[in-house]
Each structure stands twice: as structure tokens, then as C-alpha cells.
């Protein structure tokens, strides 16, 4: 079967979830990564390619969903995934850009480490 | 003895990491009051009537100092609380906006539940 997942709604969303949500490494460069691509797309989970069991990325992706980051759709055989970004920028518009400077930083001091 | 406690330099500020600060609603609360207050003044940690025990409110404000969010002096017979206002927006300059709408709201709110 597939269908959304269920996700709080807009007026439901809360800060502190959504720092608690971001203080695991993993989940904040998965929500960074999907700041960074700047579109709507949907990608799999697997396509981030965390170094951890599949147990581990459903409960890092379920984390996520739960504090209204992302939309995230059951397929059956695939989960995609969908930052939820008009929602987010409506609640709190300066939690994108804030996550954006950060990812790029990381991608600046990325590039320098690697020169 | 008094004295300014350890604290990250600035180069050393990790976002992950006051995001986990930011996490527990206490904390969080503690740092909304100190952004709203918008003056550089210190606060002594009582000042926040947190109720909780003293051991976990050091262990609070331990963990934002380690963070990176506030310093913490001790007097001895008190302990004083700036929040690290310039390291924080020249650092992240997203991040102080983000907190002080969120404590915006929640004052917005406290205003519209008390009407």
C-alpha cells in the first residue's frame, strides 16, 4: 500500500522538537543536504547513503517526519522523502537559511580541506 | 574564587551541538529570555526561577555553556549568565533571529491565552 505518513501539521510544529530532531549528525546533513538541492524533488532514503543499519535510518527518518521536517511516503518497496519546505519557511523563516549558511560552510571548509 | 568558566571559542561553535542545547525546553527557555532581554547584561541563574533542583539547573546551564551559548562566571556565593550574543551572530546570524521570532510567538501566544 502506499501513503503518507503521518506528519504534524503546520500550527503543531515545535521548535524544540525539530533542535532535537537536528542534534544527530545524520539527520542534520540529511536535512541540510535536502536544503542544499533547492527543489521539491523526492529522494529515497537510500540515496543518502548513511553508513547504518536499515533499522537505524527508519527510526533517523521517522525522527525527522515526527518533527514535520519532512514528508516521507511509503511505496512499498522504496520510502521517498520530501523536505517540507514552504511549511517550514512559513513557521520559521529563519530556520532554512540557518541550516543553509551552515551547509554551506561545511561545503567551503570541505573544499578547502580537500585543496 | 571567581572565575570565567571553559567555554568553545568561536571557530569551535558546532551547530549540532546547541541544537542538543536547544532541545530541552528549560534550556531553550532560558535562552529565549536572555535574546528578548536584548542588552548584555549579565543574570545571575537563579534569576530564571527554573523549578528543578540546583544540581540540575548547573547541569543545565553547564550544557549551554558547553554549547557555546552562554558564559558562565562563578562568584562563589552566585553564578552569572551572559548569553554570548556577538560570537553567536557572527557565527550563525540566522540563529538569533530564528529564537527571538520564536520567543516572539510564544509571548504573542502567552498574550492571546491571557485575553
Not at 517550514?88 to 551547509?103: H, I, T, V
Request: aromatic content about 6%; glycine content about 6%.
Amino acid at each position: 500500500m502506499t501513503g503518507e505518513r503521518d506528519q504534524p501539521d503546520v500550527a503543531d510544529l515545535d521548535l524544540g522538537r525539530i533542535f532535537a530532531a537536528l542534534a544527530e549528525p545524520m539527520r542534520l546533513k540529511v536535512i541540510m543536504e535536502l536544503i542544499r538541492e533547492n527543489v521539491s524533488g523526492e529522494r529515497s532514503c537510500a540515496s543518502f547513503c548513511l553508513p547504518v543499519a536499515k533499522s537505524t535510518l527508519t527510526h533517523h527518518f521517522r525522527v525527522l517526519r515526527e518533527a514535520g521536517l519532512i514528508s516521507d511516503t511509503d511505496y512499498g518497496n522504496r520510502r521517498g522523502v520530501v523536505l517540507r519546505r514552504e511549511d517550514l519557511a512559513s513557521r520559521f523563516p529563519s530556520l532554512l537559511q540557518l541550516l543553509d549558511d551552515e551547509a554551506w560552510s561545511r561545503h567551503q571548509l570541505g573544499a578547502r580541506l580537500d585543496a
